[in-house]
């Protein structure tokens, strides 16, 4: 019997404490996980600019694992 493979995807856009909160939790889990995506979705309008920046900006700070993968709009 093979090992089973376990990939992980994050979406985020406009929340950066709600997903600081979650790539923290996601740190500890990263021993049972083989791949993670993170996608941030681009900003709907002006007011969204900055939050998705930060959002953006915290997933590259985390992605320093080779099996995490940041795609941003």
Same mark, same amino acid.
């Given at each position: 019997? %093979?090992?089973?493979? /376990?990939?992980?995807? #994050?979406? !985020?856009?406009?929340? +950066? =404490?709600?997903?600081?909160?979650?790539?923290?939790?996601?740190?500890?889990?990263? $021993? @049972? &996980?083989?791949?993670?995506?993170? @996608? /941030? =979705? !681009? +900003?709907?309008?002006? %007011? =969204?600019?900055? $939050? &998705?920046? $930060? *959002? #953006? $900006?915290? *997933? =590259? !700070?985390?992605?320093?694992? +080779?099996?995490?993968?940041?795609?941003?709009?």
């Amino acid at each position: 019997m %093979s090992e089973l493979s /376990i990939a992980l995807v #994050v979406v !985020g856009f406009n929340r +950066p =404490d709600h997903l600081r909160q979650t790539l923290k939790i996601l740190h500890v889990a990263l $021993k @049972y &996980v083989d791949k993670v995506q993170i @996608y /941030i =979705d !681009g +900003p709907r309008d002006e %007011s =969204d600019f900055k $939050k &998705v920046c $930060k *959002c #953006v $900006k915290l *997933c =590259d !700070g985390f992605a320093v694992v +080779p099996e995490i993968e940041v795609i941003s709009r």
